[in-house]
């Protein structure tokens, strides 16, 4: 059974940093492109970042583009996601998926249960 | 950036009742769309993908069409588990929601 657990969310005030984790289980991690994408409270879904299986290749939001790196251990199948500059907007649970393959297909087939990032003074 | 506009906005039905979402794309995306079904406090659902291919374990109730730019989701009938909130996604051009369609009890 494929598994995804978000850890690292809390409240973090504005300009902090902030790095989530996400161990996966049930599959070869090594294999798949895996993202995060985000929700804030009471709104729609928002695709943050991706990585390739092997992170030669990735992809930011505009939105977060120079604040946020996604990154893996593939020896630990863990992703990764290193927040910076964080702002009230950044505020959302923010979920890790994966994808259908190692590249970036963004399509999402499975999904963690996310982990709240609060910013706030 | 593709814009996905998602119609109606909330859906009022009764179980047994058939519904139908929209989803239109401010360019096309050929067949490369999604959908999500989203309960309060739980992560997305995939449905749908590629506008018409059933995820695993789907009940065969859902169904999608569309291509290009207009994308219809139908729930033949309602079932009581299928009140949530769903949201298409394109992955033509890196990978873009839409703001979602609330199906609600009537």
């Known amino acids: 059974e494929v598994q995804l657990v978000e850890s690292g969310g809390g409240l973090v005030q504005p300009g902090g940093s902030l790095r989530l984790s996400c161990a996966a289980s049930g599959f070869t991690f090594s294999s798949y492109a895996m993202h995060w994408v985000r929700q804030a409270p009471g709104k729609g879904l928002e695709y943050v970042s991706a990585i390739s299986s092997n992170g030669g290749s990735t992809y930011y939001a505009n939105s977060v583009k120079g604040r946020f790196t996604i990154s893996r251990d593939n020896s630990k199948n863990t992703l990764y996601l290193q927040m910076g500059s964080l702002r009230a907007e950044d505020m959302a649970v923010y979920y890790c998926a994966r994808d259908t393959g190692p590249a970036l297909e963004m399509a999402t087939i499975d999904w963690g249960q996310g982990t709240l990032v609060t910013v706030s003074s | ?106």
């Not at chain 2, 309960?39 to 290009?68: E, H, M, V």
């Open chain 2, 1 to 106: 950036e593709i814009v996905l506009t998602q119609s109606p906005a909330t859906l009022s039905l009764s179980p047994g009742e058939r519904a139908t979402l929209s989803c239109r794309a401010s360019q096309s995306v050929s067949s490369y769309l999604a959908w999500y079904q989203q309960k309060p406090g739980q992560a997305p659902r995939l449905l749908i993908y590629d506008a018409s291919n059933r995820a695993t374990g789907i009940p065969a109730r859902f169904s999608g069409s569309g291509s290009g730019t207009d994308f219809t989701l139908t729930i033949s009938s309602l079932e009581p588990e299928d009140f949530a909130v769903y949201y298409c996604q394109q992955r033509s051009n890196w990978g873009t929601f839409g703001q979602g369609t609330k199906v609600e009890i009537k």
